[in-house]
């Protein structure tokens, strides 16, 4: 994961464009994505490593089938059988990744795919926010030594601190989390992004946010607030239709995510009291004292022959009320700069 070395050492997120079942079953379109990704200004291309079979039962009870949103009606098994990314697909979209520079991430579910995952090369793993609570899962991963990129939708205080300490527990400090919301699309009314500070402060480590609502509002407001990595569901065009395509950004639109996420982070910049290089070129039209009307030597200056007026040439206004009734030292012509202080 170089650019997320690069990225966490700078003041800039790092991008990840998650694939997810946007492939819509066809390798080609897999690799469209991550040459979409690449040229929309992505860090890092996530796919997802698993079965219908690791995740869920083959079972038609009402305990297996989805009720409301999104899914409504659909079969846990059958989600999660058409949007599963065929192992068999990771060794070339990894490759394509590479052709481009680009970081090759995947959510692993179960042991297997962990051990996959560490034949093919990966650097990280990203733990999905209903898995946050797989100790097992977190604890086997953790224990490979790579880094631990988890997204804490759904979550509680408990709940984070239980996958951090079996983490941790396992040797393993390289620890990013991800704020979410778990609703798809995602309302920005629920994100609570102020939370961001507070789990880096809370938990030690470095945060980001997973976002799956429209636009990009909310990736600037988590930006602006710290966030370090930045993940958004990524597809050719939402006409292509998936599991996932209808909450998921199209590369124009996550190249102007890119840039206005930037532009924000470059805007907050860092805690600052002299003026830029450029703004110092108006500091010449701050305001001083100016001679009003013709001075002599010894003359009183008074509310008549000395004002505050614009540019800065004269003495600093802060002497103005000193000055009323002392006699001048010299003389001065209307418009001169008057001389006085430092």
Known sequence: MSRLKDALASNRPYYIAEMSANHGNDL??????????????????????????????????????????????RRLYDLYSDASFPWEWHEPVKARCEEWGLDFLSTPFDAGAVDFLCELGVD???????????????????????TMIVSTGMASVEDIEEAVAAIRGAGNQDICLLRCCSEYPAD???????????????????????????????????????????????????????ADSEFSMTPSEYRAMVDAVNAAV???????????????????FRRSIFAAADIAKGEPFSERNIRVVRPSYGAKPKYYH?????PSDRTYAFGDPIVWGE
């Not at 979409?36 to 997802?48: F, H, I, R, S, T």
């Not at 000193?322 to 002392?326: A, E, L, P």
Request: a negative charge.
């Open 28 to 73: 080609a379109i897999a690799l469209r994505i991550v040459d979409a990704a690449a040229e929309a200004g992505a860090d890092c291309l996530k796919v997802q490593t698993y079965t219908a079979d690791t995740l869920t039962l083959d079972c038609d009870n009402e305990y297996f089938t989805i009720k409301g949103g999104l899914w409504d009606g």
């Open 266 to 284: 470059d805007a907050v910049g860092g805690p600052c009291y002299t003026p830029s290089e450029k703004e110092a070129t108006s500091l010449v």
């Open 322 to 326: 000193q000055m009323i009734g002392r």
């Open 124 to 146: 990280a793993f990203k733990i999905a926010s209903f898995e946050l609570v797989d100790i097992p899962l977190l604890e086997y991963a953790a224990s490979k030594g790579k």
């Open 188 to 242: 920005p009314a629920d994100m609570n992004l102020a939370s961001i500070p507070d789990m880096a402060n809370r938990f030690g480590c470095h945060v980001g946010f997973s976002d799956h609502s429209m636009g990009h509002l909310a990736d600037v407001a988590a930006a602006v607030l710290g966030a370090r990595i930045i993940e958004k569901h990524f597809c050719l065009g939402r006409d292509i239709e998936t």
